[in-house]
């Protein structure tokens, strides 16, 4: 008899020779069994297939499947959804890896709580050791156990990526990661599923660790970072389409407004902040110029209230924008300008 599989792992790999083992051994370990690892490999160029191929062959439930070319993490999670066999199915990002006793204790808390999306506590880690997220500091309510319904809850917009939690199969039947997406790609599943989801639960016990890179490492998942023009414009995009999630999703019109301008908000803080900081270590001055000019195209599309009732815009795009702009060229301070006349008179109006 068949044996029914509780958990589809995904994991999306590029590059990942120097960290994959650890990640899957992070899972080898794990306390529950009849779970299944689906390692998609985005054409790497260096051991990583060699490395999860030979694990496969002592573990079955380990498999490799391979994108014929460099498709990015969007369609390799896709591919991944694809064949998920699972009842839950979890993200875990290729140089990560689990507390040992995670996925049982968050397999349990979804049967017995019936939910279809369990939320893990987390961790960061370097070479340096692990610490907390302060995310966790600032919004305490994220360490504490129980249900938590979004238009409650919005600080959950603060842990919108995708690893780290336990998603009922069927809550991502009719949603993928939009392709050619590379940057914040995992915001629009997640969004989807708060919004979708008859129950969340928060499971602050089960320990997910995330791995810190250093700055010159590459990967399938940070690639993005390198260009904050890209970066910006995926941002841009990623709001629209869950821009149109939470019209189509939130049967209130007037909570769903204010449930986006929650996430909005933190989007602006945590991914436009990022590039606010990496356009300018990273990117000429005409570059700059750019990504100004698609901020200011950005903004336009908003309506003045929009701007009033998020504060994320004074706090990233004048307060700590403007440091920045007054080491800079002249060219790139006049951009600016144009960008800060804008935003001001939306601000004010």
Not at 101 to 110: C, P, Q
Not at 197 to 211: D, E, G, L, Q, V
Not at 250 to 261: A, E, M, Q, R, T
Not at 286 to 294: C, G, T, V
């Amino acid at each position: 008899m068949k044996k029914v599989v509780k958990i589809s792992i995904i994991i999306p790999m590029h590059n990942v020779e120097k960290y994959i083992a650890t990640t899957l051994q992070s899972i080898i370990d794990q306390s529950i069994n009849n779970v299944e690892v689906l390692c998609i490999d985005d054409h790497s160029e260096d051991n990583t297939q060699v490395i999860v191929s030979s694990l496969s062959k002592r573990y079955p439930f380990i498999h490799l499947l391979k994108n014929k070319n460099n498709l990015g993490v969007s369609e390799s999670r896709n591919l991944g959804l694809d064949r998920a066999s699972g009842k839950y199915v979890m993200f875990v990002d290729s140089d990560d890896k689990l507390e040992s006793n995670m996925l049982e204790l968050m397999y349990k808390a979804a049967i017995r709580q019936d939910a279809d999306l369990v939320i893990s506590n987390h961790m960061l880690f370097s070479g340096q050791g692990a610490f907390q997220n302060t995310f966790y500091e600032v919004f305490p309510s994220l360490r504490v156990e129980g249900e938590k319904k979004i238009i409650n809850h919005p600080e959950l917009f603060f842990l919108i990526y995708v690893w780290g939690k336990l998603f009922k199969c069927e809550l991502l039947r009719d949603v993928r990661f939009p392709k050619k997406i590379s940057y914040c790609e995992d915001q629009c599943p997640t969004v989807y599923a708060y919004l979708n989801a008859n129950k969340i639960y928060m499971f602050p016990s089960a320990i997910y660790y995330y791995r810190q890179r250093d700055k010159d490492d590459s990967s399938l998942v940070r690639t993005a970072d390198r260009n904050p023009h890209l970066a910006m414009s995926n941002i841009i995009d990623v709001l629209k389409i869950n821009e149109l999630y939470f019209r189509k999703f939130v049967k209130n019109s007037n909570i769903g407004k204010i449930l986006f301008l929650h996430y909005l908000n933190r989007v602006i803080l945590c991914n436009v902040s990022g590039v606010v900081r990496t356009m300018f270590v990273y990117a000429k001055p005409i570059e700059q110029i750019k990504i100004i000019k698609l901020m200011n195209q950005w903004i336009e599309c908003y309506e003045d209230r929009v701007i009033q009732n998020v504060k994320g815009f004074h706090t990233v795009l004048i307060q700590q924008m403007m440091p920045f702009i007054q080491q800079s060229d002249i060219y790139v301070m006049k951009q600016y300008i144009v960008l800060l006349k804008n935003l001001k008179m939306k601000i004010e109006k």
